[in-house]
């Protein structure tokens, strides 16, 4: 399983842009507590050393559903600010999204289709009496060239693979512009309050809390249990 993870500081200000390197730090730690592997896909660094607007993150697991639970949202970092000593706002939020996925194109040369063909002269008049001219088109994504440049078969065809290459990648770069428009979007939803995690002080203490209420449900039995046998 692949997830696309975007941590950002949106529109906030240089202190949230020091809460996502700190951030990620843990976050890069509990990923490989989990066996999950990541990569870096894109990051934009901060207006201060050791700063990060956002970075995006391609992860790769068995069980990223799940340790995505407690991540995804917003994130406070309960604190003073250590830009501006004087600043009396202590809460600064960043966000955790997951990215719409666009499948890579994957360019392979067994997924082009050749054709051979006579290459054509000005007004269509016939220049060669053999096919030399290759056209060579990319099934999933159907996008083709036609090449006619060489007397040879051989080198229109390999020209045609360069050329095809570079009109497929080229698709993949306008689905990751688009990808790049969704993400700004989110960099205009970190959402404040109601944070799915809090940490706090300059050496970035974990205050979060699980929301899950077994352990609490076991705790309280106990102490009925407790009472139950005091009383008798």
């Known amino acids: 399983m692949e997830k696309l993870i975007q941590i950002t ?61 407690s991540w995804l949202g917003s994130i406070c970092w309960t604190g003073k600010s250590t830009f501006r000593k004087l600043h009396k706002r202590s809460n600064w939020f960043i966000g955790i999204f997951e990215l719409e996925t666009a499948d890579a194109i994957r360019f392979d040369e067994k997924d082009i289709r050749f054709q051979t063909t006579r290459s054509q002269g000005n007004g269509g008049q016939n220049v060669n009496k053999v096919n030399t001219a290759v056209r060579a088109t990319h099934l999933p994504t159907g996008l083709s060239v036609f090449v006619q440049d060489s007397r040879s078969q051989l080198e229109n065809k390999k020209l045609s693979v360069t050329r095809l290459k570079e009109k497929v990648l080229g698709l993949h770069i306008q689905q990751l512009e688009r990808r790049m428009q969704e993400t700004w979007n989110n960099h205009l939803q970190v959402q404040r309050g109601n944070p799915v995690r809090t940490f706090s002080e300059t050496d970035f203490k974990n205050n979060y809390q699980d929301k899950c209420y077994k352990k609490q449900r076991n705790i309280l039995k106990n102490e009925l249990k407790n009472y139950s046998n005091d009383l008798n």
């Open 9 to 69: 500081s949106g529109k906030g200000p240089l202190e949230c842009q020091w809460v996502v390197a700190k951030i990620l730090k843990t976050f890069l730690e509990e990923v490989k507590q989990n066996k999950i592997e990541y990569e870096i896909i894109h990051r934009e660094n901060g207006d201060e050393n050791l700063t990060l607007k956002s970075i995006t993150l391609l992860l790769k697991g068995n069980n990223i559903v799940e340790f995505l639970k």
